[in-house]
């Protein structure tokens, strides 16, 4: 991925979006910590699961990378997640059958 040529905006922007992308996991725990609303909880734990999925992409990409470069992180990091929940569902149904 580095060896696409950086665009000036790029780094910054993964500077900023792996600062917001700690700010929200951060409140997205506080979400899930509180006990008031139930609503409230599965916010703070999709919003969670969604921090974390973009943590993934962006956490693993070098300041220098261009904006293909991360577009093609993101489509990885969908592409893998979305295997192995499918790979999860199809295995489900096996794993309970041996369980017995």
Do not use: C, H
């Amino acid at each position: 991925m580095s060896r696409d040529k950086p665009t000036p905006g790029a780094p910054r922007f993964i500077r900023n979006t792996r600062t917001v992308l700690a700010v929200l996991l951060l409140a997205s725990l506080v979400l899930i910590a509180q006990r008031a609303s139930q609503f409230v909880y599965t916010i703070g734990v999709l919003l969670t699961i969604v921090t974390v999925l973009l943590g993934f992409t962006f956490n693993n990409l070098p300041e220098e990378t261009s904006f293909a470069g991360i577009v093609k992180g993101l489509i990885i990091t969908w592409i893998i997640t979305g295997g192995v929940v499918g790979i999860s569902i199809v295995s489900a149904p096996l794993l309970t059958t041996l369980g017995r």
